[in-house]
């Protein structure tokens, strides 16, 4: 019984110590980097490890590193709880004065310290509060591991796909898809960009949240999620739907409608839209046009127009159809999280300031 | 447009690492103060820079705060690095502000060979958030405090009379200095960089190896232990804003992105050295952490931008 007892002793040392968080910490950080680069090397790809994030022993790692910080936290309380007992006086004060003790007492608290008496011990103490800086901040780690835990329990991340015009209530997870209990329709998604310049300046899709005949419109920019029943919508991304994107092209003097990958033949020449895009703001068009002397491909621009061979054509006008990309999270253990986010920033502010303790050993002479 | 008071701003830093370095030949009282004041007269002239092109921003409607692309945020480093070292420039050692200002000189010098595009656009919709400010300035104070950590480990190495350890000091200076001149060089020349920095890098690396017999030990833990604890505050504060960022960007606090992986490593590697710090543990070990720690930071800051695409890759243009 007795050595049962010694060894449970040894394994609670050594999960409470040290050691172990720093070989925990270490192999989290190892795996962590090996994670990043997997994706670029065979054979750690084919071990699985560019998804280490998400595998079981990675979260065992963490869960043990978790159980550790919780025991080493634990175990520190009886340390911090004797600092505030008086004991072993590094301080003399000698008085001849009846009320010495109140006295020493009266000239710590004027300087603002913290006092502690016991028997003829008086301990002083600047920034007590200093001490309780690693209790915020593991209790703060602590108090965000639960809200990931919750989280990643009740709720879920992923993405949508929405074409314009259309609705959609399924969100593709990383592994799985989940069907929502009402639906986003997208009405128009619009890319805008800085006047002359091939910089966007903004994402934005506006739709209605259709649920049981309920039409509630929303817009949401990146940056700038919406919140449905506790369901938050990112812009996320976007791309052309070549199925409804299509421009209109005069040739010799007739509007063609040309469609995104759907070559059609006109006045013994074909033509052919490979992609849609913007420069400078303006909708530019990769064209290929066929002529029985020969062929020419290029981009033209909104507005120019081109004499090949015995065609003239002019590039009229662009309509794009967006599917936009929201991305889609439920996170019931947010707030938790942020709980633990500000436990964490106050207590480690705590650090600059300089604890002091002092105790007195008041004598009479 | 203002790059000139930048590039004045370079050659002040050059100059009180000069003076700093004769300083150490000499052994001089005065010039000590006129290197540190020289430093703090560099640092108000790149915080002037700073302002102009702030205002220059701002003028163009695009307000924000120049921290946003990669030639903006280099600039930004060493304009923490050198606010940072102007705070406690009175307490400093000498040979602490010598290593900022290489730091920032080399950073500045390679900076302008590296032909990052100097020219002040709009944000793109990703950055415009108000988060931003609070992210990128804590992480940025975090990255300039764990430089000071890094010289002040490598000047450890540098002066112990173990070999391994002066090897690895001498190596850590040496890529600084190799930096420094090999942009020069590079800017001249128009050789090719890497050859001209490998060689430089080797070459200084084993000078220095030798002329490091010359100085006594240093094994003071006080400028590696006070940046240490101020970085990894700002550190852990910078991961925290950047994580509600993201959460209001791309739907969670943490999506193992490259860079948010490699902070959180780097996090990791200041967590073990911090603990050894309150464990007391010897000055060698806490400098050897501090060296490992800072190559972290340049993976998360540079590697994971120009090397490893993300979701902060658009940090690179």
């Known amino acids: ?365 | 447009m203002y790059s000139n008071v930048l590039s004045i701003a370079s050659f002040i830093y050059i100059a009180s690492a000069f003076v700093l370095i004769l300083s150490f030949i000499v052994k001089k009282k005065s010039f000590d103060v006129a290197g540190k004041g020289i430093f703090v007269l560099a640092f108000f002239v790149e915080f002037l820079y700073f302002t102009l092109r702030t205002i220059e921003t701002y003028q163009k409607g695009y307000n924000y705060l120049p921290v946003t692309n990669a030639f903006e945020s280099f600039v930004f480093f060493t304009l923490c690095l050198g606010l940072l070292q102007t705070i406690v420039i009175k307490k400093t050692p000498s040979f602490v502000v010598l290593s900022s200002s290489i730091v920032i000189s080399a950073t500045l010098l390679a900076l302008s060979i590296a032909g990052f595009s100097e020219h002040i656009e709009p944000l793109i919709p990703a950055l415009k958030s108000n988060w931003l400010v609070a992210h990128v300035i804590t992480s940025f104070l975090a990255y300039a405090a764990f430089a000071m950590n890094f010289t002040a480990s490598a000047f450890v190495l540098y002066t112990s009379r173990n070999y391994i350890d002066k090897i690895t000091g001498s190596v850590a200076f040496g890529a600084l200095l190799s930096l420094m001149f090999t942009a020069f060089i590079v800017s001249i020349t128009h050789s090719k960089p890497f050859v001209v920095g490998i060689v430089f890098w080797v070459v200084i690396s084993s000078m220095l190896f030798v002329l490091g017999f010359i100085l006594k030990p240093y094994e003071k833990k006080d400028w590696i232990e006070k940046p240490l604890v101020f970085g990894f505050v700002l550190l852990t504060i910078g991961i925290i804003t950047g994580s509600i960022w993201a959460k209001y960007a791309w739907g969670g606090y943490w999506s193992w992105d490259p860079k948010e992986t490699w902070s959180f490593i780097t996090w990791i590697v200041y967590l073990i050295n911090l603990h050894f710090i309150i464990k007391r543990k010897s000055v060698k070990i806490l400098a050897y952490l501090g060296i490992i720690g800072f190559v972290c930071v340049i993976i998360t800051y540079l590697g994971v931008n120009f090397i490893l695409p993300g979701l902060h890759s658009y940090g690179s243009n």
Request: aromatic share 14%.
């Open chain 1, 1 to 365: 019984m007795v050595q049962i007892k010694i060894i449970i002793d040894k394994i609670y040392d050594f999960l409470k110590s040290l050691t172990l968080a720093v070989i925990l910490l270490s192999l989290i950080a190892f795996f962590s980097a090996v994670g990043t680069i997997a994706d670029n090397v065979k054979f750690l790809k084919d071990l699985g490890l560019d998804n280490v994030y998400y595998s079981k022993w990675f979260l065992l790692l963490i869960v043990l590193f978790v159980i550790n910080l919780l025991l080493c936290t634990l175990s520190m309380i009886p340390t911090t709880l004797a600092l505030f007992r008086p004991s072993a006086p590094n301080k003399t004060y000698k008085s001849k004065k009846e009320n010495a003790k109140e006295h020493l007492i009266a000239l710590l608290k004027s300087k603002k310290l913290y006092i502690q008496e016991k028997d003829n011990l008086i301990s002083a103490y600047r920034y007590p509060i200093r001490k309780f800086a690693v209790y915020g901040i593991h209790l703060g780690i602590l108090i965000i591991a639960f809200g990931a835990l919750v989280s990643s329990i009740w709720g879920f991340r992923g993405i949508m796909e929405i074409p314009q015009n259309q609705s959609s209530s399924t969100i593709i997870t990383r592994n799985n898809y989940i069907s929502l209990p009402f639906a986003i329709y997208n009405k128009n998604f619009t890319v805008s960009f800085y006047e002359n310049k091939d910089i966007p300046s903004e994402y934005k899709t506006t739709g209605y949240i259709l649920d049981n005949n309920q039409k509630i419109p929303f817009t949401t920019t990146v940056n700038h999620p919406f919140v449905y029943k506790g369901v938050w919508f990112y812009q996320a991304s976007y791309q052309l739907n070549p199925m409804k994107s299509y421009i209109m092209l005069n040739v010799n003097g007739k509007d063609v409608k040309l469609y995104m990958h759907k070559p059609i033949t006109y006045d013994n020449a074909w033509f052919y839209l490979a992609n849609l895009s913007y420069y400078k703001s303006k909708p530019i068009a990769l064209l290929y046009v066929g002529l029985p002397q020969g062929s020419a491909s290029g981009w033209i621009k909104l507005g120019d127009s081109a004499q090949l061979g015995s065609i003239n054509i002019a590039f009229s006008s662009a309509k794009e159809s967006y599917i936009t990309v929201l991305s889609v999270a439920k996170d019931p253990g947010s707030s938790i999280v942020v709980l633990g986010f500000v436990a964490v920033i106050l207590s480690s502010t705590l650090i600059f300031f300089r604890f002091r303790r002092r105790v007195y050993k008041v004598e009479k002479i």
